[in-house]
């Protein structure tokens, strides 16, 4: 006999809390990456001090196999397309194709100011010259993952990039195929075999492969990983840009007793069979449809691949139902949860979405699951965590860009503005800032 499955509930009914205590009370997972800084640091300074050879000894040490080298042939890579299921190769192709039409409506115009005749300001948009990859192995495959770095990097115009995941002990030290295959299908042409902690310093570092041959270090690292790649991200930042410290994955749905309370409990195991910490969040003001939905996990999960990691996460505090009065609300919680995935399963869920203003990504009504915006939706799925989509936003063509300002002023122009360029220096105490503006209109004595 299964054993029920009830999340744990949340009953703000009746309540107004504030802001802080709102968050408080909320379900949230999260992992303490300060725990595993002294663990990490020794592995980046290792590799910082030693190159390839450190990394290759870590991924024997980790991952249990160490490649010859770790830059994949060409050859391997051509063999994992040629090889590849045709209904996945199918399925990545749509789903290229998708997130290529939507990452190409992000690319930037540069905008020209004249601020006054003869002074423009120009926002110059430049793509970061070599970025690295990250794709993780671990309970899954992601070849999803490789597409939702890959399309924006590419459609932001970068030049160089390389794509690194962990060596696979079951296909000989190489990247999983399908991983690989997907590369290959975009054009990639590097791949580095290489996970972990020690992949981000490689990829922050460079060094020399095995057979002499260079490994470039790139400038920005984007892609999800576990709680090491993380802190490897956190103490390699500042000499790599990096995209965001990601936590594990979460999912909050608002709903009403409109929902179908099947699709949002399969939406709920969903996101908890990525991993025992992911984070599954249902907010609704019908105790009714949170009563269903239990009751739709319990039934749903025998069938579940994965049951014991999704009854896992579904049952840890990370996870849970909140009950509260009315959408309105629920608004109020979801504003405050600021999930990576939120769905809006409501009546008139569109005007719904449209209140909402934190969230990594929305998925508005019955057809729009998370599972879509994963795959095929054209949307990009590296989204921020743990609350961090209060403030930031999720990969795309914006993330490998530069805006530079470009000033050009003529004399006349300069001339005009210069008592208030030197007024402001003055009541700043940086007079010699004065002095540049009037050294090109006044004799030095």
């Known amino acids: 006999m299964t054993t029920p499955i009830e999340l744990a509930r949340v009953d703000l009914r009746g309540r107004t809390p504030a802001v802080a205590e709102l968050r408080s009370a909320l379900p949230r997972g999260g992992v303490d990456v300060d725990s595993v800084l002294p663990h990490v640091r020794p592995v980046v300074e290792a590799v910082r001090d030693r190159g390839a050879a450190a990394a290759l000894e870590y991924g024997e040490q980790f991952d249990g196999v160490a490649p010859a080298a770790v830059r994949v042939p060409a050859k391997a890579l051509a063999e994992a397309l040629a090889g590849l299921d045709p209904q996945v190769r199918a399925a990545l192709e749509v789903a290229i194709e998708r997130t290529r039409k939507v990452h190409a409506d992000q690319r930037r115009t540069d905008t020209v100011t004249e601020v006054v005749p003869g002074g ?227 009546a008139d869920a569109a005007a719904v979405a449209a209140r909402v203003r934190s969230a990594g990504a929305i998925f508005v009504g019955a057809y729009a699951p998370v599972s879509l915006g994963d795959y095929c939706a054209g949307s990009n799925h590296v989204l921020p965590t743990a609350g961090c989509a209060r403030h930031s936003s999720g990969l795309s063509v914006q993330t490998f860009l530069r805006g530079i300002h470009v000033v050009e002023y003529t004399e006349a122009a300069l001339k005009d503005v210069a008592g208030h360029v030197v007024a402001l220096a003055d009541a700043e105490h940086l007079p010699a800032h004065g002095q540049a503006v009037r050294a090109r209109f006044e004799a030095l004595s």
């Open 120 to 346: 423009i300001v120009t926002e110059r948009w430049v793509p970061v010259e070599r970025v690295g990859l990250y794709v993780p192995g671990g309970n899954a495959v992601y070849p999803s993952s490789v597409v939702m770095n890959v399309v924006p990097a590419q459609a932001a115009g970068v030049e160089s990039l390389v794509v690194a995941s962990p060596p696979q002990k079951q296909f000989g030290g190489s990247p999983h195929p399908t991983v690989l295959a997907a590369a290959a299908l975009l054009g990639v042409d590097e791949v580095w075999a290489v996970g972990g902690a020690q992949a981000v310093a490689l990829l922050a570092y460079g060094g020399t492969d095995t057979d002499g041959q260079p490994l470039a270090p790139v400038d920005l690292i984007t892609g999800p990983g576990n709680i090491y790649v993380t802190a490897a991200k956190r103490l390699c930042r500042g000499l790599v840009g990096i995209d965001a410290e990601a936590g594990p994955t979460e999912i909050a749905i608002l709903a009403d007793a409109t929902a179908d309370p099947v699709h949002v409990a399969a939406d709920l195991i969903s996101q908890a069979e990525h991993d025992v910490l992911a984070a599954s969040v249902l907010v609704t003001d019908s105790p009714a449809l949170a009563d269903a939905v239990d009751a739709a996990l319990t039934a749903q999960l025998p069938v579940v691949e994965h049951a014991e990691r999704v009854r896992t996460a579904l049952t840890g505090t990370q996870s849970g139902t909140v009950l509260v009065d009315d959408i309105a609300q629920g608004l109020r919680v979801v504003n405050a949860y600021a999930a990576e995935h939120l769905e809006i399963q409501t």
